[in-house]
DNA sequence: CCCAGATTTGCGCATTGTGAAACGATCCCG
DNA sequence: CGGGATCGTTTCACAATGCGCAAATCTGGG
């Protein structure tokens, strides 16, 4: 335990942890027995740690016992300092952005192996792209996804990539680790990524880096639209935006 | 350890909660002595499982050394399907509301001794009241916190009025304990409360209660106006679309 | 009603979480 | 500048708490 404890792990957490993302990767409410597989953990063991985090209502069960996730994540999440710095301080940034373009600017954080939508800022014309927040996208077919991927290195876009097969979800999404690879180290050496109809046919998307004080990938943010609207003249204002927004985040690049 | 178990209690896990809650009290971040007094718990054991929240990202360090609430709070606080749903649930009907009212509809969780603003459905004029997305108020000043007050019940109310001295806002606010009691009876009674220029001068709402399949208050629903312009008629409408997200959300009465 | 599978509970044990003490770092004051 | 105070971090020994096994109970389907 002394050399765990050096490390900062204490078992217990590392567990709950574990419990808590397993049950984040449903959206439907989950049986302790899917929990106990997905974690590796001793059925009651997972049973008694699941009932801890019910007591402090990280955790709640539905009607048939199921478990999904609890009220307190919404209001510890709510309470966030990086929420409410991040989305604060992106936000004017993507309306200006959304004005300037026309079109659809959205927020996203890493999760695991996608993107998650945090934040948008939609155009007032009733034709645009729209993702709703909340809603996930797999990494290598959005254009954040494919950066966070190569800032995060060849061994995680490996890792990534046996995770997931690399599923096709149209003609022209990337399937192959090497394509993948390549396309990675391009997007981070010119500091921007495109999503060139990977995601969705007839939807085209320029993504960019934003970072924190300590100099981490906080998140992604990027210009959705039609592909036949979309400008690469758009570029040099996303990479300033990018800029702009990480260095009020407290990044000194 | 076995009676422990049967209450679904585990140790660390109560402290793990306990430190996140102590973290988020405060809206800077905060110094291992001011966690250690704050929960009870010895520095070196704080410190030991705040490592642990660290390498969970949980909690985050600033430059200083200063603890704050993690990246993973939000991945998981946007996954949780309780917020999906009763965003999704309100959103339309508020956005309804806030067409025909003309004004800013709100939903609000309580978190401790404050309410905390989730969504809004702000109507388009320029002059309408705001209140942003994760922004707080006290309970004793806002209609819903009122409701949220009565419906928890009067040793509730005792504690909270103990807690924070009710102090004034304005010249309405409600600084006695005992006018809060007869307040929040007569809110609960009537099914909806009131806010008389409590919080701002010149703001007046109407807040509801919003509950859940379990028949637990899950949030509150609210309208703000400048005071001149806010309208009794709302008070059906209103009563109306808090049970209609009610129902949504399982609640049975 | 019976059976199989899932969940829950009891129990004993050893490993893991804990607090005290020691050490290190930093800041402030004389 | 040096010493003391304060805060944070690490080491260490120990006991209690988390854990897994096994049994009991529950639930749903045939």
């Known amino acids: 335990m002394s050399e765990k404890g050096s490390s900062g792990g204490i078992q217990v957490i590392d567990r709950a942890t574990a419990l808590l993302d397993a049950i984040a990767r449903y959206q439907d409410p989950v049986s302790l027995k899917v929990l106990s597989a997905e974690t590796g953990l001793h059925a009651s063991t997972a049973h008694r740690i ?19 996730l609890g009220i307190r994540l919404l209001q510890l999440g709510v309470r966030l ?85 690399l599923p096709a979800y149209t003609r022209n999404t990337i399937t192959t680790l090497a394509r993948l690879i390549d396309e990675c180290h391009e997007s981070v050496a010119r500091g921007y990524a495109l999503d060139n ?26 210009v959705s639209a039609p592909i036949e609207r979309r400008r690469m003249t758009w570029v040099d204002e996303m990479l300033a935006a990018g800029r702009e927004i990480s260095e009020r985040l407290g990044y000194r690049g």
Chains 1, 2 share one sequence.
């Not at 699941?50 to 999904?68: K, M, P, T, W």
């Not at 990977?198 to 906080?218: F, P």
């Open 50 to 68: 699941l009932a801890s985090l019910i007591q402090n209502r990280f955790v709640e069960r539905d009607a048939v016992g199921h478990y999904r």
């Open 81 to 165: 300092h990086s929420n409410i710095d991040l989305r604060a301080v992106a936000l004017p940034v993507m309306e200006r952005l959304r004005d300037q373009f026309g079109e659809s600017v959205n927020l996203t954080v890493r999760e695991g192996d996608v993107v998650v939508y945090i934040e948008k800022a939609t155009p007032n014309r009733m034709m645009h792209v729209q993702q709703l927040v909340g809603s996930r996208a797999p990494l290598h077919v959005t254009a954040v996804g494919k950066l966070m991927l190569g800032a995060a290195g060849d061994n995680e876009i490996k890792g990534y990539a046996q995770r997931t097969n």
């Open 197 to 222: 109809e990977e995601a969705e046919i007839d939807v085209g998307c320029i993504g960019v880096l934003l970072y924190d004080s300590t100099g981490s990938v906080a998140a992604g943010l990027s």
